[in-house]
């Protein structure tokens, strides 16, 4: 397994940008598809974005395409979530989780994925 920590979350008005980072320790950070996930209170967690491991294929929910993109340094293991054009309607806990490579199925549910950060706050103001 892998202990993952997140950064960078924060208040922000609506229209600007945040950069959240997901620091990873443990062996073969390489081998794990990286993945966020969000948690509005009173709301269920949701997926937000996934990279692969082998061929850092990306996938994004509709609600954030076009405007977060996910992406990892292997080198650092470390993946990032850069995030624009922030909505209200964004604001939430955000978690990395990790998912090992030995997991097939639906690359957005939450069950595949076996480790988890601790969340970092994101607040959008209107």
């Known amino acids: 397994q892998v202990q993952l920590v997140e950064s960078g979350g924060g208040l922000m008005q609506a229209g600007g940008s945040l950069r959240l980072s997901c620091a990873a320790s443990g062996r073969a950070f390489s081998s794990y598809t990286m993945g966020w996930f969000r948690q509005a209170p009173g709301k269920e967690r949701e997926f937000v974005a996934a990279?692969?491991?082998?061929?850092?294929?990306?996938y994004y929910a509709d609600s954030v395409k076009g405007r977060f993109t996910i992406s990892r340094d292997n080198a650092k293991n470390t993946v990032y979530l850069q995030m624009n054009s922030l909505k209200p309607e964004d604001t939430a806990i955000y978690y990395c989780?990790?998912?090992?490579?030995?997991?097939?199925?639906?690359?957005?549910?939450?069950?595949?994925?076996?480790?988890w950060g601790q969340g970092t706050q994101v607040t959008v103001s209107s």
């Open positions: 989780a990790a998912r090992p490579r030995t997991v097939v199925g639906d690359i957005a549910s939450a069950s595949g994925f076996r480790s």
């Open positions: 990279i692969t491991w082998s061929t850092d294929n990306t």
